[in-house]
């Protein structure tokens, strides 16, 4: 008998950080196919898969340009970005057999469609990949905390914070050589502790809606799939 997922439907954040693999900025080509097939993978299993995507990518890549600006005008430039991946996202993923369907909080109704929730979950219940795009729609927040709005949103079982290091650190790693990694804490420990890895805005709501998150290394091949499956992958964070 083949695996069987732990996980209906979950909600998938992705580093936009993660997608220039090692270039500088933008989105390498390489990588992101890399990404779709992993994404494939877990669809095949029967689980339905929502995408949120970060900004860092391109956006860091212009953080220059936005140095002294109004801060509200340069988060809607980080939005944009992060319209950005989820274009080149949902186009990578129509090319390798999904379905995938942009939805932005912000309308640009000329380039992608408004995120209507009813649709949204249409969509996931018709087994197509949703990607949401520009965060929450709105400044002094990130994508992080757009993955668990939208988590919440759609029921998702789970939060899955694909990333560049394999988990929770008691430090930043790539900063403390000494960090060590959590197999698991609570929502609370990682607030109290401020660690780094998501912003407090998002570890609260998922705590207040007590919807687990697990993180890990999207560079590690197989990671993605052994989550969906309820095997020990980087941390979970629960309530
Ligand atoms: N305690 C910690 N444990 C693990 N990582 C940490 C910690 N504190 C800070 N970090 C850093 O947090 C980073 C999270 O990176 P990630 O690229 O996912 O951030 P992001 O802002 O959500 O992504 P992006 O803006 O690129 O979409 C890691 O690269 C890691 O170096
Ligand atoms: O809800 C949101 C989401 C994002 N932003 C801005 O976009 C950039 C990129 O997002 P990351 O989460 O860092 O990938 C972010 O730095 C914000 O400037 C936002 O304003 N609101």
């Given at each position: 008998?083949?695996?069987?997922?732990?996980?209906?439907?979950?909600?998938?954040?992705?580093?936009?950080?993660?997608?220039?693999?090692?270039?500088?900025?933008?989105?390498?080509?390489?990588?992101?196919?890399?990404?779709?097939?992993?994404?494939?993978?877990?669809?095949?299993?029967?689980?339905?898969?929502?995408?949120?995507?970060?900004?860092?990518?391109?956006?860091?890549?212009?953080?220059?340009?936005?140095?002294?600006?109004?801060?509200?005008?340069?988060?809607y430039?980080?939005?944009?970005?992060?319209?950005?991946?989820?274009?080149?996202?949902?186009?990578?993923?129509?090319?390798?057999?999904?379905?995938a369907?942009?939805m932005?909080a912000?309308?640009?109704?000329?380039?992608?469609?408004?995120?209507?929730?009813?649709?949204a979950?249409?969509?996931?219940?018709?087994?197509?990949?949703?990607?949401?795009?520009?965060?929450?729609?709105?400044?002094?927040?990130?994508?992080?905390?757009?993955?668990?709005?939208?988590?919440?949103?759609?029921?998702?079982?789970?939060?899955?914070k694909?990333?560049?290091?394999?988990?929770?650190?008691?430090?930043?790693?790539?900063?403390?050589?000494?960090?060590?990694?959590?197999?698991?804490?609570t929502?609370d420990?990682?607030?109290?502790?401020?660690?780094?890895?998501?912003?407090?805005?998002?570890?609260?709501?998922c705590?207040?809606?007590?919807?687990p998150?697990?993180?890990?290394?999207?560079f590690?091949?197989?990671?993605?799939?052994?989550?969906?499956?309820?095997?020990?992958?980087?941390?979970?964070?629960y309530?």
């Amino acid at each position: 008998m083949s695996a069987q997922p732990a996980h209906h439907r979950i909600l998938l954040k992705l580093s936009g950080e993660a997608l220039m693999g090692d270039d500088a900025f933008g989105i390498n080509r390489a990588t992101i196919v890399r990404m779709v097939q992993e994404i494939a993978e877990v669809t095949q299993l029967g689980v339905e898969v929502a995408v949120v995507i970060g900004g860092g990518n391109i956006f860091r890549g212009v953080a220059g340009g936005a140095e002294g600006m109004d801060r509200a005008t340069a988060d809607y430039m980080g939005m944009l970005a992060t319209v950005m991946n989820a274009l080149a996202l949902a186009d990578t993923m129509n090319k390798q057999g999904l379905t995938a369907r942009v939805m932005s909080a912000i309308g640009i109704q000329e380039v992608v469609e408004p995120y209507v929730r009813p649709k949204a979950l249409q969509y996931l219940e018709e087994g197509k990949v949703v990607v949401f795009a520009a965060g929450t729609g709105n400044p002094f927040f990130t994508t992080d905390t757009a993955a668990a709005l939208r988590g919440a949103e759609i029921g998702a079982d789970l939060v899955l914070k694909a990333t560049k290091v394999d988990g929770v650190y008691s430090a930043d790693p790539k900063k403390d050589p000494n960090a060590t990694r959590y197999t698991s804490l609570t929502f609370d420990e990682a607030m109290v502790k401020n660690l780094g890895i998501m912003d407090a805005t998002a570890f609260a709501l998922c705590r207040d809606q007590k919807l687990p998150i697990r993180v890990f290394s999207i560079f590690k091949p197989g990671a993605f799939k052994r989550v969906v499956l309820g095997e020990d992958e980087g941390t979970l964070v629960y309530a």
